[in-house]
T-cell receptor, first 113, second 114 residues
Framework: DADVTQTPRNRITKTGKRIMLECSQTKGHDRMYWYRQDPGLGLRLIYYSFDVKDINKGEISDGYSVSRQAQAKFSLSLESAIPNQTALYFC????????????FGEGSRLTVL | AQSVTQLGSHVSVSEGALVLLRCNYSSSVPPYLFWYVQYPNQGLQLLLKYTSAATLVKGINGFEAEFKKSETSFHLTKPSAHMSDAAEYFCAVSDIQAGTALIFGKGTTLSVSS
């Protein structure tokens, strides 16, 4: 089983719908992240969390919210999806420290029609 | 603020040829730099990282990168490309403002032809 698991892997939805992407990890890491990948733009940080009580906005948090339900679980929500939120979303974890490696899930591809 | 710039969104090489993927960084403090690889339909995995120890960093699958402060560069190289190296490669720098998050470049797609 993967250390960082994202569900769903693929989702097609309509404009205005509420969507939740879930991430769970078995690595025991405190720090978790949500990134968005768009072709030609690389990965951009949406939200990050250092522990259950510490959640921070990233570069592109507008239109998104998150919930850290437990050390191992970090969910990303789109309250009212719009087409320009069509993207590949990645969850990642790390042990912390500036030299620490990020460990990524396999991604959740979201299409908003 | 830190940033990285990857020069060239697409690089094509022949099998057995040298691979060179370029990355320049901007940072007001000594940077911690990373290269990640993304194979089709997969997440990102770490190739190598520079953390202010040796300036020449060796990674997995025969890749290496050299940190050059005078050129603000951290280019990724491999002496001999293999078909299995075809993937998207991302350069990244630690974001001091966002804890330990990484700031990624826009990526370079490497194609390898036989």
């Amino acid at each position: 089983d993967a250390d960082v698991t994202q569900t769903p892997r693929n989702r097609i939805t309509k404009t205005g719908k509420r969507i939740m992407l879930e991430c769970s990890q078995t690595k025991g890491h405190d720090r978790m992240y949500w990134y968005r990948q768009d072709p030609g733009l690389g990965l951009r940080l949406i939200y990050y969390s250092f522990d259950v009580k510490d959640i921070n906005k990233g570069e592109i948090s507008d239109g998104y919210s998150v919930s850290r339900q437990a050390q191992a679980k970090f969910s990303l929500s789109l309250e009212s999806a719009i087409p320009n939120q069509t993207a590949l979303y990645f969850c990642a974890t790390s042990t912390g420290g500036y030299t620490g490696e990020l460990f990524f899930g396999e991604g959740s591809r979201l299409t908003v029609l | 603020a830190q940033s990285v710039t990857q020069l060239g969104s697409h690089v094509s090489v022949s099998e057995g040829a040298l691979v060179l993927l370029r990355c320049n960084y901007s940072s007001s403090v000594p940077p911690y730099l990373f290269w990640y690889v993304q194979y089709p339909n997969q997440g990102l995995q770490l190739l190598l990282k520079y953390t202010s120890a040796a300036t020449l960093v060796k990674g997995i699958n025969g890749f290496e990168a050299e940190f050059k402060k005078s050129e603000t560069s951290f280019h990724l190289t491999k002496p001999s490309a293999h078909m299995s190296d075809a993937a998207e490669y991302f350069c990244a720098v630690s974001d001091i403002q966002a804890g330990t998050a990484l700031i990624f470049g826009k990526g370079t797609t490497l194609s390898v032809s036989s």
